[in-house]
């Protein structure tokens, strides 16, 4: 309960990145809430917003060290997990392109998205690379590990010096991500979606539902959907929240120890979910 305007708003203050970027929302997070819980597995220990940066770090350099150039397009296939998040923000906030896999997508719908996109690089974690490993499309020169980023395939024989690429200037218009959708006719289609836009949804949605870095997420909704993308982790990061990812499919019991152990303030779920949780 809180006594006054001014309690509030000292608790919960909107923020805005400038510019509207996916690198300046965690460049904010990492330097703002150094030393806050950011991302973990439920049955795992989280690491700080500070170590999150330097995993970011990290895998850029990974990626880079294969000759990518501003503007190509990394794939991403995975179910949620901490690593998903640095994967992801080491593609976007240096300039590169996202291009996030339903992880229950077939091998040739896989196949299908990598050709379409263009992308150089898959990323994949190990429970899904059975999917992917005998798939090759003419542009991939690379498949890496998400879980423990081990290079599974490689057809770059030298690697390249990567300093004068990790600094890229990453603008609003730039694209940050193509979104392949589910459930239509015929074969997915990518949906292009520029920095200032997904930037834009994540900071208004603080209007709806105002968060801070005290609040707890359990996100177990796919992140290569643009919902669970957008409100449950590019919003909780930009505010300094912590995430908490299940290593299980989110059956009603396993949720429900989740949140016994986790206590989240905030979930974002699907009707269906919902009402499986109502019945246990």
Same mark, same amino acid.
């Given at each position: 309960v809180f006594k006054d305007d001014a309690q509030l708003d000292k608790l919960y203050k909107k923020i805005v990145p400038s510019p509207l970027t996916l690198k300046s929302l965690i460049d904010h997070s990492v330097s703002t809430f150094a030393d806050c819980n950011s991302v973990s597995f439920v049955e795992g220990n989280p690491i700080t917003y500070k170590q999150l940066g330097e995993q970011i770090d990290d895998f850029a350099s990974l990626l880079f060290s294969f000759g990518l150039r501003k503007g190509d397009k990394v794939a991403l296939f995975s179910h949620n997990m901490p690593s998903w998040v640095v994967a992801y923000f080491s593609v976007v906030s240096r300039g590169l392109i996202i291009v996030p896999i339903l992880p229950d997508f077939t091998? %040739? %719908?896989? %196949?299908?998205?990598?050709?379409?996109? %263009?992308?150089?690089?898959?990323?994949?974690?190990?429970?899904?690379?059975?999917?992917?490993n005998k798939r090759e499309t003419p542009y991939l020169i690379a498949k890496i590990c998400l879980d423990d980023y081990s290079i599974r395939s490689n057809k770059i024989e030298n690697k390249v010096d990567v300093k004068e690429n990790l600094e890229a200037d990453v603008k609003e218009d730039d694209i940050a991500a193509i979104i392949y959708t589910?459930?239509?006719?015929?074969?997915?289609?990518?949906?292009?979606?520029?920095?200032?836009?997904?930037? &834009?949804?994540?900071?208004?949605? &603080?209007?709806?539902?105002?968060?801070n870095h005290e609040d707890v997420f359990l996100s177990f909704l796919p992140l290569s959907h643009t919902y669970e993308n957008s409100i449950g982790m590019l919003y909780p990061i930009m505010y300094g929240s912590s995430i908490y990812y299940l290593d299980k499919p989110p059956t009603a019991p396993i949720l429900i120890a989740a949140m016994g152990k986790i206590k989240p303030t905030m979930m974002l779920s699907v009707p269906l979910i919902m009402e499986k949780i109502y019945k246990n």
């Open positions: 091998s %040739e %719908e896989v %196949e299908n998205v990598l050709t379409h996109s %263009e992308s150089k690089i898959l990323v994949v974690s190990d429970r899904l690379y059975s999917k992917v589910s459930g239509t006719t015929g074969r997915s289609k990518g949906v292009v979606l520029t920095h200032k836009s997904v930037t &834009f949804v994540a900071m208004q949605s &603080f209007t709806v539902q105002p968060i």
